[in-house]
DNA sequence: TTGAACTGTAATATTTTTTGATACAGAATG
DNA sequence: CATTCTGTATCAAAAAATATTACAGTTCAA
């Protein structure tokens, strides 16, 4: 999870939320988050993918929340952005050796556990509520 | 978090743990782990330095456990090795957006409180503990 | 007292991941 | 039918992670 895909769809739901009826371009998020539009359309195909947003083409078109704000809480963003282990990535032990044999299941499980938890406390705040930070 | 330090780290100690009393070298662990050995020599550097690991030098040197494993969680260990977010890096954004002025102050928070549950949740397992699933 | 077997560390190369940039087909609008 | 969008692909560049090599310094033991 080196990468800013989590900041990036947040940074997308918000400010959709913060604007709810009108339609976002690209162009225009991409200036709030300060990077490539391209790379807002990238994210925005897997938060369409999901349900959260739905978008318009052609002349006048953008995006636009596709649910209530407090119909989504935080975890299930992290979980559609979401590709890797948070713990990082495994090796390909020894198999000959005791350890080696054995430690990627045992750290499938540790990560699982920890994964969990910290899905758990995401999971404690809705879009809604982290947008009214906002003021 | 997109690196294998944390397994590494992990698969060191439980092979110290398993082995207690000896001196391992960083070539036996390096073979254990399917790694290089200078890998495991610097991913060594920082257990040493957290005060998990001693090492003696020269001729039938090698690496020991300093502590007790009952005596080592697991959150020590992934603090020892956590340098980013890990819930990734953040942008730069527009400060003339209402959203992006603040939504590194409120990503922060975020990510502090996320990660404080994903540190807890491993604090609940020992070294010993876990090398104690290897059998 | 010398060679062998280690650690410690630095420097450099390679690979992989992430990010950025550009381009263009196709949709909607007026 | 020109304009303004999305959707998508491709390629380039930058950054991060991993691998490799080298060698100085330490310790041991013959």
Redesign the pocket.
Known sequence: ?????FA?ALHILVLLTKNQGE???????AGSI?????????A??GL?QKGFV??????????SLAKNPQDIILSQIYSSIR??AIL??K?QPNPNCLVGKQINTHLDTLYRDAEKALVEALGKQTLLEFAQKFK
Request: aromatic share 2%; net charge positive.
């Open positions: 999870m080196n990468n800013g895909r990036i339609l976002l371009s690209s162009e225009y998020i300060n990077i490539n539009a391209a790379m807002v359309r990238k925005l195909q369409k739905q978008s318009k083409e052609g002349k006048h078109g953008g995006v590709e890797t990082g990535s090796q």
